[in-house]
């Protein structure tokens, strides 16, 4: 049983440079989601894909940031010219569309802007 | 909008005490209700969840109410052990009218260590 993959798994890089994380899920999970987490907080919701069609988008998205899905199979979440408060963890998660809020969670893709 | 507030840890007990986690939240509707568990190094996992007022969740040994009338959905365990230590999430979907029953809200997880 493959899980949710991310990668890199940590990214350091230098303010005002461009990166993008990757996110394989669950081969037969359909929706997908991108969420944010800080030291000591919950994550936080930023984007669902449903298939290839991305949903929703969280106001926490600015438009620094981008996701596809394309072909419904893996992501990509890209930041451009990042900035110290982008550093964070971010989560990649999967599921199928019938089981609701039960959320099959990668390990995360830890960013720490310089 | 939706919320969901934890007791704040860190939380030390040792092996075989009986562990509560409390966590209320704010929603308007109907929402389903959840705790992730996040291992150290691991991704978050669901252990439970409860979809209507009064279902109990339950899994490895732990269990949780849905509250409706307290808005609460406590984490309960009777005797922990050292591999239960762990961050604790509680979460909540599609609480708003209307709203999306795909998203989670999340608490800002605890932080339990269980010592031999």
């Known amino acids: 049983d493959t899980g949710v993959s991310q990668d890199p798994r940590h990214k350091i890089t230098k303010r005002g440079q461009n990166v993008t994380f990757r996110c394989d899920p669950i081969s037969e999970h359909n929706r997908l989601y991108w969420y944010r987490q800080t030291l000591g907080q919950g994550p936080e919701f930023l984007t669902y894909f449903q298939n290839e069609a991305q949903l929703e988008k969280s106001r926490l998205l600015s438009d620094r940031f981008s996701a596809e899905r394309p072909k419904g199979s893996f992501s990509t979440l890209e930041i451009q010219r990042t900035e110290q408060g982008d550093s964070a963890m971010y989560l990649c998660?999967?599921?199928?569309?019938?089981?609701?809020?039960?959320?099959?969670f990668g390990e995360g893709s830890r960013l720490t802007v310089l | 909008g939706d919320s969901v507030t934890q007791m704040e840890g860190p939380v030390t007990l040792s092996e075989e005490a009986f562990l509560t986690i409390n966590c209320t939240y704010t929603a308007t509707g109907y929402p389903s209700l959840f705790w992730y568990v996040q291992y150290p190094g691991e991704g978050l996992q669901l252990l439970l969840k409860a979809t209507k007022a009064d279902d109990k969740g339950s899994n490895k040994g732990f269990e949780a109410t849905y509250r409706k009338e307290t808005t609460s959905f406590h984490l309960e365990k009777g005797s922990v052990q050292v591999s239960d230590s762990a961050v604790y999430f509680c979460a909540l979907s599609g609480g708003g009218s209307g709203g999306s029953n795909y998203k989670l809200t999340f608490g800002k997880g605890t932080l339990l260590t269980v010592n031999p």
């Open positions: 998660a999967s599921n199928p569309q019938s089981r609701t809020g039960e959320l099959f």
